[in-house]
């Protein structure tokens, strides 16, 4: 006789950890395009500040990101990802992007200063 399938304490045991798995996990904060967070773009960014300075206002020879183009700021990490764009490092971050992730920092880019703080 199965002990453990008639004592319902033990049958309700996985579902609640499951529910509690599933609680944490959502409960993450995650930057994809399809959430609401509206600053998902700066918050990506922040991750480029170590090379490509504040708000992309890159200094010791880095290029600089700021108020570049949208698109071709997308263009270059597509390029990163698929390996067509030369890299000695870029290859590696863009390939921790989405498209909707990569297309989120560009605009944020895009529309930063490159003189002003
Ligand atoms: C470890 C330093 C480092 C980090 C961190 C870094 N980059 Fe770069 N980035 C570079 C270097 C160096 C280049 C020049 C290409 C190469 O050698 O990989 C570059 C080039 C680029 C270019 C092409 C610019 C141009 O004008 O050709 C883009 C776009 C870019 N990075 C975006 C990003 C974004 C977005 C992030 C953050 C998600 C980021 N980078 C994080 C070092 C870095």
């Known amino acids: 006789m ?3 399938s008639r004592t319902p304490h033990a049958r ?19 930057a994809r395009a399809d959430d609401v967070n509206p600053n998902a773009g700066r918050d990506l960014a922040a991750s480029c500040a170590a090379c490509h300075g504040t708000n992309g206002r890159a200094v010791g ?8 183009d949208r698109e071709a700021l997308i263009a ?12 000695s490092v870029m290859h590696q971050h863009a390939k921790g992007y989405t498209e909707a992730e990569a ?14 703080p």
């Open 103 to 116: 297309a989120l920092v560009a605009d944020y880019f895009s529309r930063q200063s490159p003189t002003k």
């Open 2 to 4: 199965n002990l453990r």
């Open 12 to 30: 309700r045991w996985p579902t609640a950890l499951m529910l509690i798995a599933g609680l944490t996990v959502s409960a993450v904060p995650s």
């Open 76 to 87: 270059a990490l597509r390029g990163f990802r698929d390996g067509t764009h030369k890299a």
């Open 61 to 68: 020879g880095f290029p600089v990101l700021a108020g570049k």
